[in-house]
């Protein structure tokens, strides 16, 4: 008789790190001061501020250091960390693994707003991971959202 797994865990960083080098935080500012002054010239003081406060939040967004959280995936659901999301609230899931490029979890929840969930698998195995959750959702290929292409191409 096979013995049903209760859980998975693994620890791995909330996000893939790119390393920004001087000249991706010289385009930045460049580009950010760029449309700064086109604001001032068209009069439109206030989206001019929020070019500014854009820019500063992309630079600091862009120097910040993943987190390194814990991640369960059980009978309840998969926990990210001290959130869980219930499998009563996910569509379908995705193992996106291309080694040694990609090794990820995508989540697609049932809610309208609520982007996919990219779950690092760090040293989990992904078959482990695959098997476990066709028990609870259904597997369905899930493509990149534009957020995430967007965010790939800018370095992030």
């Known amino acids: ?31 950010t001061l760029a449309l700064f002054l086109s604001t001032i010239l068209l009069h439109s003081f206030l989206f001019g501020f929020l070019i500014l406060l854009a820019g500063f939040s992309l630079a600091l967004y862009g120097a910040r250091r993943p987190n390194i959280v814990s991640f369960k995936i059980s009978t309840r659901g998969i926990h990210i960390g001290s959130r869980i999301y219930s499998y009563e609230n996910l ?11 990609k090794k990820e979890l ?7 707003f609520m ?10 195995d992904p078959i482990k991971i695959r098997n476990y959750l066709l028990q609870f959702l259904r597997e369905e290929k899930i493509e990149e959202s534009l957020t ?3 965010a ?3 370095g992030f």
């Open 91 to 101: 569509k379908c899931f995705w193992v996106d693994y291309e080694p040694p490029y």
């Open 148 to 150: 995430s292409a967007i």
């Open 1 to 31: 008789m096979k013995k049903k797994l209760e859980k998975i865990e693994w620890v791995a960083p909330e996000y893939e790190f790119h390393k920004k080098s001087p000249d991706w935080f010289w385009t930045l500012g460049i580009i």
């Open 152 to 154: 790939r191409v800018l």
């Open 106 to 112: 995508i989540v697609e929840s049932k809610k309208t």
């Open 115 to 124: 982007p996919h969930i990219n779950i690092i698998l760090g040293d989990a």
